[in-house]
């Protein structure tokens, strides 16, 4: 049977012919952002008072005035009804990891009976869902239902369409009756609004008008895709989302083949589909590309504001999921959904800007850009005092499969900068800001050959294995696993860094009063002092080297490679106070947030082992037993029939398949008793079943297995 239903997904996949494309697949310019209420929908949808109000909230985070909220609902409201919606939901993010939305319909009925199509300001700023039915971490209790959701206008309403209609989605915060925060949204806003009265409070100290400050965020996303049929004969794909049992073919990453390949036909005509929907959504996917594991690929957008961006992610996931199963396909989000290859992160690019200045751009000559050179010292300092908080926001089920793996930077955090900016911040302090430099212009790449051109050489290396690595203009944070939301990072990110960005002020605002040249001369003090202090967090080598774990613990970094290790550091009473000190959470939040990461943890661990339990009794167990009964018959048979050659091989094999079946028995039973145990022990339980499995997979007839293999499920594809 198993067999049976492999054969037919494969002949399915066998007739694939690749479709002629149509102009509904192709991107349109003056449909970009089509299904999202934009600045231009606004002030053709608002009276004019209403767009200008609230466009001052969006652009310049002016307070939001509820008097224009009837206006805008009702604008909103036409121009979604006018892209065919019939519903409105508030679009949230809770502390499960996903998006949340229950669809209310634009109805009325007067007295007269006639259906009426309304929305209100009140509907549109503020909603109930049942907050006890979500994860809350003892803020909410079961009789405790009521929660509120509030309209987030800095981040745009759109519609998301579906076969037959589209519902208008309103992104919003998420929090309790008693207004504890219970979403991931809220204390991401509040840490955006730390890092900005910490970055004016610094670019003041340098004789800087007064700029908006933005920061910015690009996540690149990366995901596999499996046939869907194939998926849905994976009782471990469909319950957890990685594959619990599988032995790694013979060929699987390692020609380095699949990297930046030709991308299929059928791929193609998924990003293309794909591509599609996000354009209309306003989403600016740039890049796409086949990644390093068999089935597996990446997408990446434009830089954009940090909020929209985390938002936009979280469609990002949705969308792709919903356009793979158009194409008779899965998206697997998972970090590790199989053993043996490269897991999939999300690669978190993250930057500020003062106006129009990057303040991470080091400009021609960073050794001059004081500006750049003091961020960049707050940075290190942040990532160094704080580097287990970072860890802790990377700890998930899933996540804890591909850190220190390939294509994954290990559980230790470090920061790169490559030797030339290592280079200038040793030498702070230690010679005149004007003293000549090395030659550090930049160097020209020679390829030879009188057509090809020569190439600019960018002033740092790329480090693949560092966690978080200076990249140019920006820090990209590579640990974050591909399923995660990027919010938890990035408000970490974002306080650490004001507090950092604070700490220097504090001490410039003491030298405010003294000349330019006694102003420098004590910035550089100030810098080269935080440097000698954390420079041990700066490593340009390779982060995959065992070698450097015994380095980092010499060093005092945390090692911290356990996941519910790491998780405790959110709960320090360095962590509390921080948090606490800054806004961002309240201690309950915090200490909520806690019980909820430990809870979902031991959660899916357990779901994990069950499946297993039930896969291999059910599934695997019955196959091997028939092989066993199978060889033990030829044995008897060629004995019976007094042959004497062949009795040997069946005797062998009949033991061998004999002891597959003690084996089984015996861990199926150890699985059975660790699932009333602690996580640790389901993992070290699944982790000896699965040996077996995987060894029952490689003798066991390919006609009785009755999962779909690696083989099939990594290569198999249109």
Known sequence: MGHYSREKSIDKIASYSEALPSGESLRQPGEFGKYVFNEAAIKRYLPHRAAEKLLATIRDRQPLDPTIADDVANGMKEWAIGLGATHFTHWFQPLNGGTAEKHDA??????????????????????????????????????????????????????????????????????SY????????????????????????????????????????????EYFLVDREFYLHRPDLVQTGRTLFGSPPPRHQQLEDHYFGTIRPGILAFMTDLDRELWRLGIPAKTR???????????APIFEELN????HNMLTMDVLQRVA?????????????????????????????????????????????????????????????????????????????????NEAPPAIISVFLGE??????????????????????????????????????????????????????????????????CAGF??????????????????????????????????????????????????????????????????GLPVLQKSMQALR????????????????????????????????????????????????????????????????GAYRAANEAGLTEGTEGTRQLAADYGTLVDELNQKCREMKSALNGVHEEIIDAMARLREVVDRAEQVVNDELWPLPKYREMLFLYN
């Open 106 to 175: 634009f109805l009325d009925v007067n007295g007269t009976g006639e259906a009426l199509q309304t929305f209100s300001g009140k509907n549109l700023i503020k909603g109930e869902p049942d907050a006890s039915s979500f994860p809350s971490g003892g803020l909410r209790c079961t009789f405790e239902a009521r929660g509120y959701t509030a309209w987030d206008p800095t981040s745009p309403a759109f519609v998301k369409r579906h076969a037959n209609g589209a519902t208008l989605c309103i992104p919003t915060i998420f929090c």
């Open 178 to 221: 008693t207004g504890e925060v219970l979403d991931k949204k809220t204390p991401l806003l509040r840490s955006i609004s730390v890092l900005e009265r910490s970055v004016k409070r610094l670019m003041k100290l340098f004789g800087l008008d007064e700029q908006p400050v933005s920061v910015t965020l690009g996540p690149e996303q």
């Open 289 to 299: 590309h086949n990644e390093v594991a068999p089935a597996q690929f990446e997408i």
């Open 308 to 311: 929209l961006a985390v938002d």
């Open 325 to 405: 199963l158009r194409h008779g396909m899965v998206c697997l989000l998972h970090e590790k959904p199989f053993a043996g290859v490269n897991g999939s992160g999300k690669h978190n690019n993250w930057s500020i800007a003062y106006g129009k200045r990057n303040l991470l751009e080091p400009g021609d000559e960073p050794r001059q850009n004081v500006i750049f050179l003091t961020v960049l010292a707050a940075i290190i300092r942040a990532v160094d005092l704080h580097a287990d908080i970072l860890r802790a926001s990377t700890v998930s089920a899933g996540n804890k499969h591909r850190l220190g793996a």
């Open 420 to 485: 030339q900016l290592t280079e200038i911040l040793e030498k702070i302090g230690k010679e005149p800001a004007d003293a000549p430099t090395d030659a550090h212009a930049q160097e020209m790449i020679l390829l030879g050959g009188k057509t090809l051109p020569p190439l600019p050489k960018d002033a740092t290396d790329r480090n693949r294995t560092s966690p978080f690595a200076f990249t140019g203009n920006k820090f990209e944070f590579r640990a974050c696993g591909s399923s995660q939301s």
């Open 490 to 555: 990035n408000m970490t990110m974002n306080t650490i860094a004001a507090e950092s960005i604070d700490y220097i002020a504090e001490k410039l605002e003491r030298l405010a009063a003294a000349d330019s040249a006694a102003f420098h001369e004590g910035l550089a003090k100030i810098l080269a002092e935080i440097v000698e202090t954390h420079k041990r967090v700066i490593f340009n080598g390779n982060n995959y080297a065992p070698e450097w774990v015994d380095e980092a613990r010499r060093r």
């Open 569 to 632: 550091a959110l709960v320090t009473d360095e962590s509390l106070e921080l948090f606490e000190r800054y806004g961002v959470f309240t201690r309950a939040e915090l200490l909520s947030r806690f019980e909820v990461f430990l809870e979902e943890y031991h959660r899916k661990v357990k779901i994990e082992g069950g499946i297993a339990l039930e896969i291999a009794q059910n599934m695997i167990l019955p196959v091997v037993t028939e092989e066993y009964a199978k060889a033990v």
